[in-house]
């Protein structure tokens, strides 16, 4: 008979290849320090409660530690025909100790275990995120702050609308990952409840206490409903929800700086360290790590869906389709953490061309707002000035000039509101100066924005 641990009821050992399909320890491996951590807690706790002796539970624990460095120098040998992570290590230490190895899964199921395990992982690893996310908050406020003054154009339909500061367009990314970060947040909190004690489903004949477990393993809360507790995958699907939300954002960023970079905007220059070149073309540099954020995106989602139609339509409680949880999260974790990383590096090797972004501003009819706003100011209604603004712009295309180089005749003739101090009103940095509302692009708004993001940052 094969090696398994549930052999006791079965004629037959398990068919090899389904054994292959159906074990997850190529994947779950990777949970081992939860498992390990989960285990000793649990011991513990058996000891206290007069399930385990004390030196049951001190053979058990050092036992476990030994496999912890085992595995941690690359000497444990795991075995596909244990299935997972969880009955790989309690093989081994019964391998190693003897009889006290088999009563470690006393009050226990691998239903609970791997829910804990899963849980304290996803934990680890949103911790992580959360810096990684904050990493990236600080590389766009340094760049933002770097280039504080540089205007550029602002789009809507990637059609020039209204100069605006590039530290703006930084910072408003910078405010999107604020919502990721607090989203991260979020998703640790309501992965901070323990499983563990739920047993197989329906709890377990022995006097455990389960909070002590929890306090060992620092969760603020239990599950209240053993059912719920092996059942949850909730806190998988915020994660990945929260990891498609962060590469959407991500995306974004990616295509502005895919065509800021190309040879038409030439608004930006990343370093030649982030970028790769071409086989063929001796030209190139390509900005393949935007491009390949940018497709990951698509792969994070998919996570994220696989895991919504995993679950949909699941009866309570243990079913083996949640074994499926696990490959898509830790390729959605992975992905994740290294595109914010890689990022963060982008971010502050990019060189801005400010000449270039304020020829743009200087040559199109962004100014075409703040020239219709002139006239308001002068007492003109708003619908009545955007059409002058609308004819000064379409008299100027059929004369081949931009707004501000009409001479004060041609702006008589539009109105005789206008005055010679239209010049200065539709000069960009009158422009960005203006727009002063609270969240607006002014130079005074977006220090404000730094400001503020120097105290979140410090708190967060
Ligand atoms: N390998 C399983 C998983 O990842 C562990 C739980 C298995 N439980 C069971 N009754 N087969 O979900």
Known sequence: MAEQMWGGRFAKSTDEMINEFQASINFDKRMYHEDIAGSIAHAT??????????????????????ILAKIEQGDFNFSVDLEDIHMNIEKRLTEAIGEAGGRLHTARSRNDQVALDTHMYVRRETVE?????????????????????VIMPGYTHLQRAQPILFSHHMMAYFSMLSRDFSRFKGVYERCDIMPLGAGALAGTTFPIDREFVAKQLNFDAIYANSLDAVSDRDYIMEFLSAASILMIHLSRISEEIIFWCSREFSFVELDDAHCTGSSMMPQKKNPDVS???????????????????TVKGLPLAYNKDLQEDKEGLFDAIDTIKFSLAVYAQLIRGMKVRKDVMLKAVREDF??????????????????KAHSVSGHAVHYCIENNK???DLTMDEFKQMSDLFEEDIYEAIAPETCVKNRNSYGGTSYSQVDMQLALADKILAQE
């Open 45 to 66: 706790m058996l000891c206290k409660v007069g399930i385990l002796t004390e030196e049951d539970k001190n053979n058990i624990i050092s036992g476990l530690k030994n």
């Open 129 to 149: 995120v959360i810096n990684l996310i904050k990493e990236l908050q600080t590389a766009l406020t340094e760049t933002a702050t770097k280039y504080k003054d």
């Open 291 to 309: 491009e390949l954020v940018r497709g990951k995106t698509g792969r994070v989602i998919g996570h994220l869906m696989a895991m919504l139609t």
């Open 366 to 383: 962004s100014n075409a707002t703040d020239l219709a706003d002139y006239l308001v100011k002068k007492g003109m209604p708003f619908r």
């Open 402 to 404: 931009w707004l501000e």
